[in-house]
């Protein structure tokens, strides 16, 4: 998530700029200054302004998110937490390590679940919560985050796809497979790379996600174009580099709510305070090397046409006002999915599956419950239709 990570450079920069404003008012405080009373004795003066002003600068850079967290999002309802189940490793023939979880009727219908970047498989609270009613539901963290561990140069697409191909093999069965952001571009490599694989697939859901890289596909595209080679790469490499204080700075911009302000602008109107969170703590305790040899991935990635071949039913969710990822992106994966449909959804940003969750749900549930059974689909039109506050791709 491009976007999100330029946001989390510039106010962790910020962040670390309050911190130090804070030690240096403190600092300046206990100097003091020197000054001459009327008798011409020298006199060590503190001003209080200056400890009150580093006190405060201090609380707000470890205690800021107890007050900007109810200045960002809603109250909850239905509460997301980050929670596991019961899972166990899977050896990936890439070399890593996959972290694992099988959920619901042991023969049901098996759908498989990939989270986006930056992310781990228990953001798939709402909508694995859901389907284990009904359906076998298989997530997984990608290589390098959660509790899956990555070989050495194993954090890219190409190695994605292999170890999706891997869950699959584990699930040994066809599947319907979801992918949000970089899991609907680790699905699309899996095609691309491995065309066959696409016989095991039931069905294909793809949330928020693009055909290429996303500084390309992402509000104000031209601008993050431009800063890549001059500020992304270098910022991003120098993470690898100094992981352990980029992760010290990740935890302080976290402490402070800075890092949930620049994680605030994946959402739409309608986040709540547990939403926010998850998504936010999430980001921040994956570790920061593996995250930038991702975001690294991504700029070199494409893989425009992928699914042309493709003959399993499709799906594709977009938020309407998803700034990570623009809902043209979508628009052009449709037009060139035989058989795609496309569902645009009102209020929603790149983390619309969480804060719209009952709507993304009920899309979900109807396409899985039509993967096993398809009715002949007719190809998709490019135009589209208002109905209940979707955006509905027509067909002929």
Known sequence: ????ILARIA?????????AAGGYALWSWYDGRWMLDAAGHALHVRD??????GLGL??????????????????????SRPER???QFLDSPTGSRLYVEVHGPAHGPTVILTHGWGLDSTIWFYLRRALTARYRVIVWDLAGLGRSRAAKGAVDLSHFAQDLQAVMAFAGAPAVLVGHSIGGMTIQTLIRDHPGSAEAMAGVVLV?????????TMALAPLAQALRWPVLEPVLRLAILLQPLAWLSAWQSYLSGWAHLANRLGFAEHVTHSQLEHTTLLATRNPPAAL????LAM????????????????????GDEDIVTLKSASQVLARATPGGQLLTIDAANHMGFLERHDIYLEKIEAFCLTAWSPAPRAAFEVHTIRDHGLEVGERS
């Open 85 to 87: 189940g019961e899972g």
């Open 292 to 295: 930038a040899r991702g975001n």
């Open 58 to 79: 201090l609380a707000w850079s470890f205690l800021g998110r107890l007050v900007i967290m109810p200045l960002l999002a809603r109250r909850d309802s239905d509460p």
């Open 208 to 216: 928020d996600t693009t055909y290429t890289n996303p500084l390309k």
């Open 11 to 19: 106010l962790s920069l910020l962040s670390l700029v309050v911190l």
């Open 48 to 53: 209080d302004w200056r400890l009150w002003l």
């Open 1 to 4: 998530m491009p976007l999100i």
């Open 299 to 318: 700029f070199d990635w494409d893989a425009d046409g992928a699914l042309q071949a493709v003959t399993s039913p499709i799906l594709i969710l977009a």
